[in-house]
């Protein structure tokens, strides 16, 4: 255990992999409840694009990756209400025309690099200080602002119209919740990929929801079975070397069933 | 505002959804005190006249006033409780307590932790205990039968002690004896409470034991006056021929 944590590149990755983790379990609940479980994976399909354009340009991947994810949050949020599509239709034309853009993109660069390989399966244990810092940051704004917001989103993911009677402002906390999803989509690339990112936002989420009978018990049961997840990901990454997405991922979901059958067992 | 102006001013409201005409030219008040039943045919327009008045809806011609002002300057939401159609249709799985749920209608200004915590529970607590479901705080809503859910959300609706408030079709789904405890109950607010309700229904038995006025709409006004006189109205006798629903009522 010692070992695990002397050393500075993982004690990196976990005070990363926490914050992230905990921002993913909180909207994974509103996510999930409002059927919008499916947006993760799209905005992270969109990510893609950014990304490839960030590295063909060699401008701040990261930043177009948040910028491209956030107007494409905004857009679908646009999408669903103006076209009346349902919002798996909204998400799978972004996703499927984000990932379309990416791979063209890749093309005209001349073939995958090593550099795009990390975005799509996730590099936390290469993350320097300057990542950790503005990844903290980001998720801390992240809680904070479903903290402050919590009653409201609780409400009109409940009961979207008394909500609206009662004065919240549902389109405008649609569209947040939406662009909350894109930072924290691009958050959660460095830590698992863009491939299992949506994974990281679904899963801790669906397992705290098996025995939950409030939403407070929701929340904190989601999280801390994202973060649970993400420390014996990384631990069982540093002694097993396994890659560290894919045994987040692995443990979110051991949990999943555990909680499962414990479900079904009441 | 004085005490005897209407609560509600309804004046020529016509509504359509895109071409078929829903509501024509609805004129009238809503009073301090009424327990007013909403009736008529499915698609008369009485969902869609409640959506008006609360802001869901924009009428395409007219005017709704509450407590004078028009809907577009009235703020004091809390002022009006709203049980909306198909309350209890709830996905039995969502994970809210039954406090949770009456916690949402104190209003959103108090999504910051208070110092007033103490207070907002027992303000939650007394809203519970009006409608007799306060031994259920921590129960998941999904695990209450429908009439329980019914009272969960009527608890909801008058936790910021409304002066008026609305239900659309609260005891759909619900059975007939629970039915009863149920309008006993929303009695009680309108005449020891002093709450002005409007009750969307099809049941017209009801009107012969709790309610005060009658409104009955199939997209124009057809009748307004007391249940009264409703009960000898050619409407109401139109009504019985064309099979419209009763439910017998205790007595």
């Keep these: 255990m010692d070992a695990f944590l002397s050393y500075g590149f993982l004690q990196r990755a976990l005070f990363a992999g926490i914050f992230v983790a905990l921002a993913c379990a909180m909207l994974g609940v509103f996510l999930i409840l409002r059927r919008d479980a499916m947006i993760g994976h799209g905005l992270a399909h969109v990510a893609f694009a950014g990304i490839a354009i960030g590295l063909l340009l060699n401008i701040l991947p990261m930043t177009i990756a948040l910028v491209v994810a956030v107007l494409s949050a905004l857009g679908i949020t646009a999408l669903k209400e103006k076209a009346g599509l349902y919002g798996d239709t909204a998400i799978a034309i972004f996703s499927s025309v984000g990932f379309a853009v990416g791979v063209l993109v ?145 443990i979110s979901f051991f949990c999943f069933c555990l909680l499962f059958l414990v479900k079904q067992r009441r | 505002m004085n005490e005897s102006s209407p609560l509600i001013e309804i004046k020529n409201v016509s509504f359509s959804y895109g ?48 407590m004078g002002k028009t809907v577009a300057e009235f703020n004091d939401w809390q002022k009006l409780g709203y049980v909306p159609q198909k309350a209890t249709h709830i996905d039995p799985f969502f994970p809210v307590s039954v406090r949770e749920v009456v916690k949402m209608g104190l209003g959103v200004q108090r999504s910051l932790p208070s110092f007033k915590k103490r207070n907002e529970a027992q303000i ?90 009658v409104a009955c709409l199939n997209q124009s006004l057809e009748y307004h006056g007391t249940h009264e006189e409703f009960c000898q109205s050619e409407v109401f006798k139109k009504m019985l021929a064309e099979g419209h629903h009763i439910v017998s009522h205790r007595h």
């Design chain 2, 19 to 66: 071409h078929t005409k829903v509501l024509n030219n609805v004129t009238f008040p809503i009073n301090r005190g009424d327990f007013l039943s909403l009736i008529g045919p499915n698609g008369s327009g009485k969902t869609t006249l409640i959506k008006i008045i609360l802001g869901l809806l924009n009428p395409s011609k007219g005017e709704i006033k509450i």
């Design chain 1, 106 to 250: 890749v093309t005209v660069s001349q073939g995958f690099n090593v550099d795009l390989f990390s975005y799509l399966f996730g590099d936390i244990l290469t993350i320097d200080a300057t990542e950790v810092a503005l990844s903290i940051c980001l998720a801390v704004a992240v809680v904070l602002i479903v903290f402050l917001n919590y009653q409201k989103f609780m409400y009109m993911t409940f009961d979207q119209e008394s909500a609206k009677v009662s004065g919240v402002k549902v389109r405008q906390l649609d569209m947040l919740l939406s662009v909350l999803t894109a930072v924290t989509v691009v958050l959660g690339m460095k830590l698992v990929g863009i491939l299992l990112v949506s994974a990281l936002i679904v899963i801790p989420a669906a397992a705290g929801l098996q025995l939950a009978s409030s939403f407070k018990q929701a929340i904190g049961f989601s999280s801390l079975i994202s973060l649970i997840s993400v420390v014996l990901g990384l631990f069982i990454s540093f002694y097993l070397d396994f890659p560290a997405s894919g045994s987040i991922v692995i």
């Design chain 2, 124 to 213: 939650i607590w007394n809203a519970l205990s009006r409608v007799g479901m306060e031994n259920h705080l921590n129960w998941r809503i999904g695990k209450l039968s429908g009439g329980q859910q019914q009272r969960v959300f009527i608890a909801r609706a008058i936790v910021n002690q409304p002066c008026l408030l609305f239900l659309d079709e609260p005891t759909t789904g619900v059975d007939s004896e629970t039915q009863g405890h149920f309008y006993d109950m929303l009695d009680t607010l309108n005449k020891k409470e002093s709450i002005t309700i409007v009750l969307v229904t099809h049941d017209i038995g009801i009107v012969n034991r709790h309610v005060s006025r």
